[in-house]
């Protein structure tokens, strides 16, 4: 991957790189023409990194950050933007930079520039509706300085559920394959299985075994069948799957069911990674009672089995307790939503694909139930026994903006910053009883904080030899934050603030961001996978008979993402071996 000429050395600091199992050693940094290398010449532009900690770019792998339902809510909430904060420096205005806006769901421009300024190099955008894929393509283009890549969503598509229902995963495959060249997508996103489509007459499928009306296959089976479908493509990512009965009290049985479906199943493919599901936002889909009177934790049951079973990767999606946006392809769960909290909702059903809904949120901690789904994401992580199998996410923006990553990182490293956030509840008893949180004395490491911000989701993205690692070839994403690792502070809210703002952000070779103010818009790439299969004929007159007989209300030459929509691209191949 490419990126600016030049030589840097970032010299001195503590290096933190669970990729290379580096852990506080004092080293320097050398980048050359944007890529990570063993040294430079004496020339080289020298970053001093002395008792600072110096980690690879952050990767995200879970974000809502482009295409419709993101700017549905955009345009839905202009008081959101009344919630921004500062939105320009003084030093971005005088270098010409653009106008910021929104507090959780910040524009392109505020996307790009934030994530850079916490140190992060790239992020997956979790939910494209694989029509609109143009839309979300053009606000990646327009966010700068951070690396992308847009999963289409699987989980609903009417072609998947035909051919799963009579067992082709060959078919399935072909299907996917097109559809990802296509939309230039990643990966295979399944939102709330079956549900989705369900939704489309009003319905929804919450257990494994319900039946899609019309389609007559389960949950289950879509599951089964996509994990088959993407082992047999041998793509980057898992199956990256968001569960039925997301937000229900009792949830964390249906959880378990679906993690199951991974039993037995092994990886296939050449990219390093070895989990064959990902399961996202787990907070959302861990939880106990069976109302939300005796709404309480079961964090304990799902990392119990998820620290047992190797091959299943997690994200957090922690709750930061803001007013924040939801914002999900699970239709019927945000039309659920809008029944308890009565706030505005938006909804839009895609032809043969998918569906979306938009419903504010506020995460008050005053109210009881905020403040137990707060601990229940905490919980997780604290549970967590491999750190590089476990992320942090907040579901951006469902359980909170981007921006409070750094927050998350104090609570789990710092069970001060819990206490003082505890009892800051005026239904502190009751939270404490529902919840585990206030008897776990764990405190995250720095080392375990970067493998479930930068080595892990790199991983597990398949995308190891170029993010989320400093080793010599990788892409020269490396961040610099003013903590001394022999020292921590013993204000938790300084760890806070130097996750905030890097005190240096080096993006594919060059300097972006400095002492937390903005200096370039970088070389931002659109990554996306070519899965290379040999045509399959029924598929091909599949796809052009459903365009030619009108189901689709676009034409099939009008339907894929047209180049210069990507003028940017990483293109990773696969070739399909049958
Ligand atoms: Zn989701
Ligand atoms: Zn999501």
């Not at 929104?102 to 979790?126: H, N």
């Not at 847009?150 to 051919?163: C, R």
């Not at 909290?341 to 979306?356: F, I, P, Q, R, S």
């Not at 365009?547 to 009008?558: A, E, I, P, Q, S």
Request: aromatic share 8%; hydrophobic share 40%.
């Amino acid at each position: 991957m490419s990126g600016i000429s030049g030589e840097i050395i970032i010299r001195g600091g503590f290096v933190v790189d669970p990729s290379q199992k580096i852990d506080g050693d004092v080293a320097d940094i050398a980048i050359k023409d944007g890529k990570i290398v063993d040294k430079v010449s004496s020339a080289a532009k020298v970053i001093d990194a002395k008792g600072k900690v110096v980690m690879a770019g952050g990767v995200d792998v879970h974000s809502h950050v482009a295409g419709p339902k993101v700017n549905v809510g955009r345009l839905m909430r202009p008081e959101d933007k009344l919630l921004s904060g500062v939105s320009r420096s003084a030093m971005a205005q005088a270098n010409g930079f653009r106008m910021e806006s929104g507090f959780s769901i910040p524009s392109v421009l505020k996307t790009g520039y934030d994530y850079a300024r916490m140190g992060y190099g790239f992020v997956m955008e979790a939910a494209m509706p694989p029509i609109h894929a143009p839309h979300v393509h053009e606000e990646i283009h327009d966010t700068p300085i951070i690396d992308e890549a847009a999963l289409p969503v699987f989980g609903n598509n009417w072609f998947v559920m035909e051919y799963l229902k009579k067992g082709e995963i060959e078919n399935t495959a072909a299907y996917i394959a097109w559809l990802i060249r296509a939309t230039k997508g990643f990966g295979i996103k399944v939102v709330n299985p079956g549900g989705t489509a369900a939704w489309a007459w009003g319905l929804n499928c919450l257990s494994l075994s319900d039946n899609v009306p019309y389609f007559d296959i389960t949950p289950h089976e879509i599951i089964t069948g996509l994990i088959q479908a993407n082992e047999y493509l041998g793509l980057p990512h898992s199956v990256h799957l968001h569960q039925n009965d997301l937000g229900n009290p009792g949830n964390y049985k249906v959880t378990l069911d679906s993690l199951r479906l991974a039993e037995g199943v092994k990886a296939k493919n050449k990219f390093g990674r070895e989990q064959v599901i990902h399961s996202t936002h787990i907070q959302f889909h861990s939880y106990g009672g069976d109302s939300w009177a005796n709404f309480e934790t079961r964090a304990k049951d799902v990392m119990d089995y998820v620290n047992r079973q190797k091959n299943i990767t997690v994200d957090l999606g922690c709750v930061t307790l803001d007013e924040t946006t939801t914002m999900t392809a699970d239709g019927p769960f945000e039309h659920h939503l809008t029944g308890l909290n009565h706030l505005k909702w938006a909804n839009t059903d895609v032809e043969m694909e998918t569906a979306a809904g938009v419903v504010p949120y506020v995460y008050d901690p005053n109210i009881k139930v905020c403040d137990i789904q707060w601990a229940i994401g905490l919980e997780l992580g604290l549970y967590a026994k491999d750190p590089m199998r476990c992320f942090v996410t907040t579901d951006h923006p469902n359980a909170g903006p981007f921006t409070r990553y750094p927050r998350i990182i104090k609570w789990l490293m710092s069970k001060k910053a819990r206490e003082a956030t505890l009892d800051s509840f005026k239904h502190k008893d009751k939270v404490i009883e529902a919840t585990d949180l206030h008897s776990l004395d764990r405190e995250l490491t720095l080392y375990e904080i970067a493998a479930m911000t930068r080595a892990g989701p790199a991983k597990c993205l398949g995308l190891s030899s170029i993010y989320g690692g400093l080793a010599p070839g990788m892409n020269a994403d490396v961040a610099v934050f003013d903590l001394n690792y022999k020292s921590m502070p013993s204000d938790p809210e300084k760890i806070e603030s130097a996750f905030l703002r890097a005190a240096c952000f080096v993006k594919s070779g060059e300097i972006v961001v400095k002492d937390g103010e903005v200096l370039s818009h970088g070389h931002k790439k659109t990554v996306w996978v070519n899965p290379k299969m040999k045509e399959n004929p029924q598929v091909k007159r599949d796809i052009a008979e459903s365009f030619n007989k009108g189901y689709y209300t676009v034409g099939l030459t009008n339907y894929p993402v047209r180049e210069y929509l990507a003028p940017h691209p990483f293109v990773i191949d696969v070739d399909v071996e049958a």
